[in-house]
């Protein structure tokens, strides 16, 4: 793609979300819609950067993201292990493939009250829920991954002399990463959403309680704030991973 | 594979038995008032199944996915299809669509119960928003892998633009559409009870979070099973649904997009 392409491209790009806005800003303007209901895009851009040097305000992003990686961590490491297990050993796959079939479809929001009575309103059922809903795309990806790798790869190690369980993650998880972070990007979004609604349903703090707290109060300009943030948040995170992304994969071919 | 495994449905079966093996020995292990035992939450299933206004409740739910996902899908597919063959449909929605992705769609629901209220419009558009987006990903990514030449007989043949989009590029495009469906089915199934529990009027979800506030704890967890049943059902009549439509085609990839909202 030309240099010359790509920019026209990003323009295209842009005017939707330019549309988008001037439709708001439009609406909120004609007074076709009352401004509780919606405030016109400026002023919930001004309060985003007013809140954005607020330090309350950022101990509540702050408490979000952690909870976010917390259970994003948990989710990859026991998906990436329990994949890898899965590919590597015939009986640990018949364990874990009827689990994931009954678990997999089973909506885990509707699991969160059951977490909430176990494991209390504190971060740790929240960090639980966004692992139960970020480890099936992960431990997916990673099994497919590591079950396509060519045999053949295997052998050689072993021939070289690398003992079976070593060669598992040597040689098959290194072959298999395209596959493996492709898993890890949806379950960082899944992530990202799941912990906001999260703090929607039970909380006391972090982005999701501030939009609650905002509609509990009719303050419609901060209720768009947690969402306008959230959605950045989301944006930042896809394009570090993209970027740690495409640093890891340096040696392998160019996809898609 | 052992003789077991070769019997279909048995494999789930016992993992589901030894699930809720697992949940009674915990429950007796740590005796928790907010862990019941396995039994006497699913003695309580029957007797919300009974109940003619839960089960109102339930159907209203069920009504309100079709719903909002029949929409999506009529929406999504056309939509994920021309941005598969045309690069400026394809540049002009896709950096409105990579800031809609993380934003979780239920979250949209108290800025829009203000608008719509609480009723069945509101609940119906955040099913229908979240069933859209990867629908339109995954028919966007399916048209754009469509072969060439297969179009290029297409016109040659003297089909035009629209005939060749139905006749050639959907069908193509099916396999990969169906992955987009499969993750729409249970990204509607989340919405659904999120959707309920912030705008509590009716539904499962109104039931499962008055439940926990009444401190009912049989209740929420029979709910959630019935929940779990429900996303169960879908997904194997979904399964039973794919050879039916598309066997032609080998699975393309199994990682569905599973959760999210």
Not at chain 2, 139 to 151: D, I, N, P, T
């Given at each position: 793609m030309t240099a010359a392409r790509r920019t026209g491209e990003i323009a295209i790009g842009i005017l939707p979300i330019a549309l988008v806005i001037a439709l708001w800003h439009g609406i909120a303007m004609s007074g076709i819609a009352p401004a509780v209901l919606l405030p016109p895009p400026a002023a919930v851009f001004a309060r985003l950067i007013e809140q954005a040097g607020n330090p309350q305000f950022l101990e509540h992003v702050g408490v979000t993201l952690f909870r976010l990686f917390a259970g994003f961590s948990i989710a990859l490491v026991v998906g990436v292990t329990l994949g890898v297990a899965a590919t590597g050993?015939?009986?640990?796959?018949s364990l874990i493939k009827p689990l994931v079939r009954v678990l997999a479809p089973l909506p885990k929001v509707a699991l969160y009250p059951a977490m909430v009575l176990i494991l209390g309103f504190d971060d740790a059922s929240k960090i639980a829920l966004v692992v139960a809903d970020a480890v099936f795309p992960i431990l997916l990806a990673t099994w497919q991954g590591t079950s396509a790798v060519d045999t053949k790869l295997v052998w050689s190690a072993r021939a070289a002399g690398c003992p079976p369980r070593r060669a598992l993650f040597t040689v098959v998880l290194m072959a298999a990463l395209p596959s493996v972070l492709t898993g890890c990007r949806i379950g960082l979004i899944i992530s990202c959403i799941v912990v906001f609604l999260a703090e929607m349903i039970t909380s006391t703090d972090g982005l999701g309680y501030l939009l609650v707290r905002a509609g509990r109060n009719f303050q419609t300009v901060d209720m768009f704030v947690p969402l306008i943030s959230i959605s950045i948040l989301g944006l930042t995170l896809n394009a570090g991973f993209n970027a740690l992304r495409r640093w890891l994969l340096r040696g392998f071919a160019e996809e898609g | 594979m052992t003789r077991i495994s070769a019997i279909p449905g048995l494999p789930p079966l016992i993992a589901a038995a030894a699930l809720l093996a697992l949940w009674e020995l915990a429950a007796h292990t740590f005796d928790i008032s907010g862990l019941p035992p396995a039994h006497v939450a699913l003695r309580e299933v029957p007797v919300i199944l009974s109940d003619p206004e839960a089960l109102l409740n339930i159907l209203a739910s069920i009504r309100r996915m079709l719903i909002g996902f029949a929409l999506a899908l009529s929406f999504a597919i056309p939509v994920g299809l021309m941005m598969g063959r045309a690069?400026?449909?394809?540049?002009?929605?896709?950096?409105?669509?990579?800031?809609i992705y993380p934003v979780p769609k239920a979250a949209l629901m108290p800025i829009i119960m203000l608008w719509l209220g609480v009723g069945d419009a509101s609940k119906t558009l955040v099913i229908f928003l979240g069933v859209s987006l990867?629908?339109?990903?995954?028919?966007?990514?399916?048209?754009?892998?469509?072969?060439?030449?297969?179009?290029?007989?297409?016109?040659?043949?003297?089909?035009?633009?629209r005939a060749r989009l139905l006749r050639v590029v959907f069908p193509a495009a099916l396999p990969e559409i169906m992955v987009g469906i499969r993750t729409g089915l249970v990204l509607a199934l989340i919405t659904m009870v999120t959707s309920e529990m912030i705008a509590r009027k009716q539904g499962v979800g109104d039931i499962l979070f008055n439940a926990l506030a009444m401190a009912q704890y049989e209740t929420v967890y029979a709910t959630i099973v019935i929940i779990g049943l429900l996303?169960?059902?879908?997904?194997?009549?979904?399964?039973?649904?794919?050879?039916?439509?598309?066997?032609?085609?080998?699975?393309?990839?199994?990682?569905?997009?599973?959760?999210s909202t």
């Open positions: 050993s015939k009986l640990i796959e | 690069r400026l449909v394809a540049a002009f929605f896709n950096p409105l669509l990579m800031i990867p629908v339109i990903y995954h028919s966007y990514q399916g048209a754009r892998a469509v072969e060439e030449k297969m179009l290029w007989s297409a016109a040659a043949m003297g089909m035009n633009a996303g169960f059902a879908i997904d194997v009549g979904f399964e039973w649904l794919r050879p039916r439509l598309v066997g032609w085609a080998d699975p393309v990839h199994e990682i569905a997009v599973v959760g």
